[in-house]
């Protein structure tokens, strides 16, 4: 497989995976670990997956703590390809800080956002996928990758498809993006065939993305441009950019007024959002699985997950579904029903000054 002229892939690395504390942290960020068991990290699995399609022209942004564990997980990378946040901003700076700095890089650059701790089993659907979408996205769309729902599933986010996009057969206009659904509401978009898995992934040239941005948000936009052409400014600037995720800076104002095509792709994805993701990714449900330290783990008529990492022997008895994620300063015991909670243990250890344990 060969690169794609002009085709640049950025990488955005970030966030702390509170559903999975206290595993992922915001020290140890998901992305930096082997979670699928196959030697190598989401965040390195992402890379393998994307340099066929673009060769060097990669982009990593990342929080500045974060930065020297990246280099070192990526040494075929150059240093400067891996950019830090002074502090977090959420998706639309970094990835628009990246895009900006393609724009004055490569006149004819086509770029590609793809987060760093997705799972896709069958890297050559995604590379079709991907080249289907660069053909739009060199036609001036802002373009996005929808996924085939498998479920009705509460834990994403969809995009709500309309008519047929006459140059570009298969490609549909993305009309709505919808924010998580309850599961009932997820069912009745399933039964209409219209709606896909919002896996935040999206392919534009520079400019298109970042004028987009500046229909909404013009000071945003024009900050990005300014870091981008003075670097010294990053400090001054990035203060005062806004939080903001991409979907809300420029996807859904742009699919509001018809700006945003959808590439339907079929391969399997995940986002391990959950230990019940995790779960579902590394075993069968009849089992007990096993991360780390297999020998320190008992199982009897039980199964579930267990993260082995504190040393201590962890037995589980007479349990169905169950988590237990064992770390030398903290232990989790839930079930993957609860799965999605995790994330308020995280708000009330935050509300009580343990930000060690974050």
Known sequence: MSAIDHFWAVIPAGGAGTRLWPLSR?????????????????????????????????????????????????????????LAEPSPRDSMAAIGLAAALIERRDPDAIIGSFAADHVIPDPSAFAAAVRTAIAVARDDWLVTLGIEPTSPSPAFGYIRLGDQLAAHHGVQIAVEFVEKPSATIAASYLATGRYRWNAGMFVARPGVLLDLLAQSHPYF?????????????????????????????????????????????????????DFDALAALRGAPSTTTVIGDRDSVVSVDANGLVV?????LVAIVGLDDVVVVDTPDALLVTTRAHAQEVKWVVDRIKDAGRDDLT
Not at 227 to 232: D, L, M, Q, S
Not at 236 to 249: F, G, I, R, S, V
């Open 221 to 273: 936009a024009a900050a990005l441009r300014a870091i981008a052409e003075a670097p010294n400014r990053l400090a001054e600037l990035w203060p005062t950019l806004p939080k903001m995720a991409l979907d809300h800076a420029v996807a859904e104002p742009a699919a509001a007024v018809g700006q945003v095509a959808c590439v339907p792709a079929s391969f399997r994805w995940d986002d391990v959002g």
């Open 308 to 312: 082995a990492g504190s040393g201590r």
């Open 26 to 82: 915001s020290s140890s960020p998901k992305f930096l670990h082997d979670l699928l068991g196959s030697g190598r990290s989401l965040l390195q699995g992402t890379y393998d997956r994307l340099s066929p399609l673009v060769g060097d022209r990669l982009l990593v942004v990342t929080g500045s703590a974060h930065r020297p564990d990246v280099v070192a997980q990526l040494p075929q990378l150059a240093p400067e390809a891996v």
